[in-house]
Nanobody, 120 residues
Framework: VQLVESGGGSVQAGGSLRLSCAAS????????MGWYRQAPGEKRELVAITTSGGSTNYADSVKGRFTISRDNAKNTVYLQMNSLKPEDTAVYYC???????????????WGQGTQVTVSS
């Protein structure tokens, strides 16, 4: 199983970026998919998460600015980030809580991370 992220980059404050993360491999089902971020010297923190049923949860710091969505048919999760602030600068990691085909056990996978830099 592999998670591949795309869409990071550099933007000025107030701008927008859209992150994508596609899960591939021997996947039976995916429960949670989400995004975490880690700034230099800081702990990794939850940004947003969504379930297979479409429920979502956001960190207070991004509510009203970020939107998480998911395409279950493509095993892909997106993060639309609007009104970006310099404090959103971090490496963003995709996360998936899934069941592997054939083994039918639950595993948690992480993407490689994508850099988001917001300048003032």
């Amino acid at each position: 199983v592999q998670l591949v992220e795309s869409g990071g980059g550099s933007v000025q404050a107030g701008g927008s970026l859209r992150l994508s993360c596609a899960a591939s491999g021997s996947i039976f089902s995916i429960n949670f998919m989400g995004w975490y971020r880690q700034a230099p010297g800081e702990k990794r923190e939850l940004v947003a998460i969504t379930t297979s049923g479409g429920s979502t949860n956001y960190a207070d710091s991004v509510k009203g600015r970020f939107t998480i969505s998911r395409d279950n048919a493509k095993n892909t999760v997106y993060l639309q980030m609007n009104s970006l602030k310099p404090e959103d600068t971090a490496v963003y990691y995709c996360n998936a809580d899934l069941i592997v085909s054939g083994i039918f056990k639950k595993y948690v996978y992480w993407g490689q991370g994508t850099q988001v830099t917001v300048s003032s």
